[in-house]
Protein backbone atom coordinates (compact mmCIF):
# COMPACT_ATOMS: atom_id res chain seq x y z
CA UNK A 1 0.00 0.00 0.00
CA UNK A 2 2.59 2.86 1.04
CA UNK A 3 6.34 2.22 -0.75
CA UNK A 4 9.50 3.89 0.67
CA UNK A 5 13.29 3.24 -0.46
CA UNK A 6 13.49 0.25 2.14
CA UNK A 7 10.06 -0.76 3.24
CA UNK A 8 6.84 -1.66 2.34
CA UNK A 9 3.92 -0.65 4.96
CA UNK A 10 0.95 -3.46 3.90
CA UNK A 11 -2.42 -4.72 5.14
CA UNK A 12 -1.64 -7.30 7.37
CA UNK A 13 -1.89 -10.99 7.01
CA UNK A 14 -2.50 -14.18 9.63
CA UNK A 15 1.50 -15.64 8.97
CA UNK A 16 2.19 -11.93 10.40
CA UNK A 17 0.79 -13.40 13.48
CA UNK A 18 3.87 -15.33 14.82
CA UNK A 19 6.30 -12.97 14.34
CA UNK A 20 4.21 -10.14 15.64
CA UNK A 21 3.96 -12.49 18.74
CA UNK A 22 7.58 -12.51 18.95
CA UNK A 23 8.02 -8.76 19.08
CA UNK A 24 5.25 -8.39 21.66
CA UNK A 25 6.64 -10.84 23.92
CA UNK A 26 10.10 -8.82 23.67
CA UNK A 27 10.92 -7.30 27.15
CA UNK A 28 12.99 -4.89 25.41
CA UNK A 29 10.61 -4.02 22.85
CA UNK A 30 8.23 -3.51 25.73
CA UNK A 31 9.82 -1.68 27.96
CA UNK A 32 8.11 1.22 27.97
CA UNK A 33 4.63 -0.94 27.30
CA UNK A 34 2.22 -1.68 30.67
CA UNK A 35 3.62 -5.63 29.36
CA UNK A 36 4.40 -7.99 27.12
CA UNK A 37 1.74 -9.88 25.05
CA UNK A 38 1.09 -13.42 25.07
CA UNK A 39 0.05 -15.15 21.84
CA UNK A 40 -3.82 -14.94 22.57
CA UNK A 41 -3.01 -11.31 23.52
CA UNK A 42 -1.00 -10.53 20.26
CA UNK A 43 -4.19 -12.21 18.20
CA UNK A 44 -6.71 -10.19 19.85
CA UNK A 45 -4.61 -7.26 19.12
CA UNK A 46 -4.13 -8.39 15.62
CA UNK A 47 -7.60 -8.34 15.04
CA UNK A 48 -8.40 -4.76 16.91
CA UNK A 49 -5.69 -3.54 13.98
CA UNK A 50 -7.75 -5.32 11.12
CA UNK A 51 -10.85 -4.01 12.47
CA UNK A 52 -9.89 -0.25 12.21
CA UNK A 53 -8.16 -0.92 9.03
CA UNK A 54 -11.64 -2.10 7.89
CA UNK A 55 -13.87 0.33 9.62
CA UNK A 56 -11.61 3.58 8.31
CA UNK A 57 -9.64 2.54 5.39
CA UNK A 58 -6.25 2.92 7.38
CA UNK A 59 -4.80 1.95 10.42
CA UNK A 60 -1.64 0.48 11.65
CA UNK A 61 0.44 -1.24 8.95
CA UNK A 62 2.42 -3.90 8.63
CA UNK A 63 6.21 -3.06 7.70
CA UNK A 64 8.06 -5.08 5.42
CA UNK A 65 12.10 -5.05 4.45
CA UNK A 66 12.06 -4.92 1.11
CA UNK A 67 15.33 -6.33 0.71
CA UNK A 68 14.40 -9.80 2.56
CA UNK A 69 10.72 -9.65 2.27
CA UNK A 70 10.59 -9.56 6.22
CA UNK A 71 8.35 -8.52 8.91
CA UNK A 72 9.44 -6.43 11.23
CA UNK A 73 6.74 -4.36 13.02
CA UNK A 74 4.20 -1.77 12.47
CA UNK A 75 3.58 1.86 11.80
CA UNK A 76 0.50 3.79 11.21
CA UNK A 77 -2.16 5.17 12.61
CA UNK A 78 -4.70 4.38 15.46
CA UNK A 79 -7.86 6.12 16.79
CA UNK A 80 -7.81 6.63 20.49
CA UNK A 81 -10.30 7.96 22.82
CA UNK A 82 -8.93 8.08 26.37
CA UNK A 83 -10.40 10.29 28.70
CA UNK A 84 -8.10 13.46 28.02
CA UNK A 85 -8.48 16.75 26.52
CA UNK A 86 -7.50 16.74 23.49
CA UNK A 87 -9.31 13.01 22.61
CA UNK A 88 -10.77 11.82 20.64
CA UNK A 89 -8.12 12.01 18.04
CA UNK A 90 -5.76 10.12 15.48
CA UNK A 91 -2.17 9.21 16.44
CA UNK A 92 1.00 7.99 14.76
CA UNK A 93 2.74 5.05 16.54
CA UNK A 94 5.47 2.39 16.09
CA UNK A 95 6.75 -1.06 17.51
CA UNK A 96 9.88 -2.46 15.51
CA UNK A 97 11.66 -5.76 16.49
CA UNK A 98 14.64 -4.71 18.26
CA UNK A 99 17.02 -6.35 15.73
CA UNK A 100 16.12 -3.74 13.31
CA UNK A 101 15.99 -0.63 15.62
CA UNK A 102 18.06 2.04 14.81
CA UNK A 103 18.67 2.38 11.12
CA UNK A 104 16.16 4.67 10.33
CA UNK A 105 12.95 2.17 9.84
CA UNK A 106 10.46 4.15 11.83
CA UNK A 107 11.29 7.46 10.61
CA UNK A 108 11.37 6.58 7.24
CA UNK A 109 7.92 4.65 7.77
CA UNK A 110 6.30 6.82 9.43
CA UNK A 111 7.17 10.07 7.21
CA UNK A 112 5.61 7.94 4.57
CA UNK A 113 2.17 7.38 6.94
CA UNK A 114 2.45 11.32 7.33
CA UNK A 115 2.84 11.72 3.38
CA UNK A 116 0.03 9.12 2.17
CA UNK A 117 -2.49 10.77 5.40
CA UNK A 118 -1.90 14.38 3.31
CA UNK A 119 -2.36 12.96 0.22
CA UNK A 120 -5.60 11.37 0.91
CA UNK A 121 -6.49 14.18 3.07
CA UNK A 122 -7.70 11.54 6.12
CA UNK A 123 -7.15 14.12 8.83
CA UNK A 124 -5.95 17.65 9.38
CA UNK A 125 -4.36 16.90 12.71
CA UNK A 126 -2.11 13.70 14.20
CA UNK A 127 -0.99 12.77 17.63
CA UNK A 128 2.05 10.92 18.95
CA UNK A 129 2.38 10.20 22.60
CA UNK A 130 4.59 7.81 24.52
CA UNK A 131 5.86 7.49 28.72
CA UNK A 132 8.84 9.97 29.21
CA UNK A 133 11.51 8.29 29.65
CA UNK A 134 11.01 6.34 26.02
CA UNK A 135 13.57 8.83 24.37
CA UNK A 136 13.79 6.92 21.32
CA UNK A 137 10.45 7.18 20.40
CA UNK A 138 10.01 10.78 21.04
CA UNK A 139 13.12 11.25 18.92
CA UNK A 140 11.00 9.60 15.74
CA UNK A 141 8.36 12.22 16.64
CA UNK A 142 10.93 15.00 16.49
CA UNK A 143 12.79 13.75 13.25
CA UNK A 144 9.28 13.71 11.44
CA UNK A 145 8.24 17.26 12.29
CA UNK A 146 5.77 17.05 15.09
CA UNK A 147 6.00 19.78 17.63
CA UNK A 148 5.35 18.91 21.76
CA UNK A 149 2.42 20.49 23.01
CA UNK A 150 1.96 19.26 26.50
CA UNK A 151 2.67 16.25 29.10
CA UNK A 152 -0.02 14.28 30.75
CA UNK A 153 -0.83 11.62 32.79
CA UNK A 154 -2.02 8.63 30.75
CA UNK A 155 -5.89 8.05 32.55
CA UNK A 156 -5.44 3.87 31.16
CA UNK A 157 -2.63 3.47 34.01
CA UNK A 158 -2.91 3.25 37.43
CA UNK A 159 -2.23 6.82 39.42
CA UNK A 160 1.09 6.63 40.33
CA UNK A 161 2.12 3.82 37.56
CA UNK A 162 6.28 4.23 36.46
CA UNK A 163 4.75 5.19 32.80
CA UNK A 164 1.78 7.06 33.84
CA UNK A 165 3.93 10.43 32.93
CA UNK A 166 3.37 10.96 29.05
CA UNK A 167 4.79 13.94 26.20
CA UNK A 168 2.00 14.47 24.03
CA UNK A 169 3.26 15.61 20.20
CA UNK A 170 1.10 17.13 17.28
CA UNK A 171 1.07 17.58 13.94
CA UNK A 172 -0.94 19.85 11.54
CA UNK A 173 -1.85 18.61 8.52
CA UNK A 174 -3.19 21.53 6.16
CA UNK A 175 -4.02 20.96 2.74
CA UNK A 176 -3.06 24.26 0.93
CA UNK A 177 -5.84 23.87 -1.43
CA UNK A 178 -8.77 23.71 1.34
CA UNK A 179 -9.68 26.32 3.86
CA UNK A 180 -10.78 25.95 6.94
CA UNK A 181 -11.25 23.04 8.54
CA UNK A 182 -10.66 21.01 5.39
CA UNK A 183 -13.14 22.36 3.76
CA UNK A 184 -12.61 24.55 0.86
CA UNK A 185 -14.24 28.03 0.13
CA UNK A 186 -16.20 26.87 -2.26
CA UNK A 187 -17.97 24.36 0.28
CA UNK A 188 -18.03 26.99 2.94
CA UNK A 189 -20.20 29.16 0.35
CA UNK A 190 -22.06 26.51 -0.92
CA UNK A 191 -23.66 25.69 2.97
CA UNK A 192 -23.04 29.16 4.41
CA UNK A 193 -26.61 30.57 6.16
CA UNK A 194 -26.18 33.22 7.67
C1 LIG B 1 10.71 3.57 18.90
C2 LIG B 1 11.16 2.67 17.75
C3 LIG B 1 9.98 2.34 16.83
C4 LIG B 1 12.24 3.43 16.95
O1 LIG B 1 12.61 2.64 15.83
P1 LIG B 1 13.94 2.92 14.98
O2 LIG B 1 13.75 2.35 13.62
O3 LIG B 1 15.11 2.49 15.75
O4 LIG B 1 13.92 4.53 14.93
P2 LIG B 1 14.85 5.44 13.99
O5 LIG B 1 16.13 4.72 13.71
O6 LIG B 1 14.04 5.92 12.84
O7 LIG B 1 15.12 6.69 14.95
C5 LIG B 1 15.49 6.50 16.31
C6 LIG B 1 16.12 7.79 16.83
O8 LIG B 1 16.20 7.71 18.27
C7 LIG B 1 17.52 7.96 18.66
N1 LIG B 1 17.74 7.26 19.91
C8 LIG B 1 17.98 5.96 20.10
N2 LIG B 1 18.11 5.72 21.41
C9 LIG B 1 17.90 6.90 22.04
C10 LIG B 1 17.90 7.31 23.40
N3 LIG B 1 18.11 6.43 24.40
N4 LIG B 1 17.67 8.62 23.70
C11 LIG B 1 17.45 9.51 22.71
N5 LIG B 1 17.45 9.18 21.39
C12 LIG B 1 17.67 7.89 21.07
C13 LIG B 1 18.34 7.44 17.52
O9 LIG B 1 19.68 7.93 17.59
C14 LIG B 1 17.55 7.99 16.34
O10 LIG B 1 17.71 9.39 16.21
P3 LIG B 1 18.83 10.03 15.21
O11 LIG B 1 18.53 9.52 13.82
O12 LIG B 1 18.62 11.50 15.35
O13 LIG B 1 20.17 9.55 15.68
C15 LIG B 1 11.78 1.35 18.28
O14 LIG B 1 12.79 1.67 19.19
C16 LIG B 1 10.76 0.46 18.99
O15 LIG B 1 10.06 -0.34 18.36
N6 LIG B 1 10.66 0.61 20.31
C17 LIG B 1 9.76 -0.24 21.11
C18 LIG B 1 8.30 0.08 20.91
C19 LIG B 1 7.98 1.49 21.34
O16 LIG B 1 8.50 1.99 22.32
N7 LIG B 1 7.07 2.10 20.58
C20 LIG B 1 6.58 3.40 20.92
C21 LIG B 1 5.60 3.30 22.00
S1 LIG B 1 4.83 4.87 22.24
Not at 25 to 50: A, G, W
Not at 119 to 132: A, D, G, M, P
Request: net charge negative.
Amino acid sequence: MIETNRLVLRLWREDDILPFSEINSDKEVMEYLPKCLSLEETEQFYNRIVAEHNAFGYGLYAVEKKSDGCFIGYVGFHHFDFDADFSPGVEIGWRLARKHWGQGYATEAAKACIDYARKHRLFNEIYSFTTVCNRRSERVMQKIGMGRVSFFSHPSLPKGHKLEPHVLYKLELPDENFGIGGKSIDEIKHNYKP
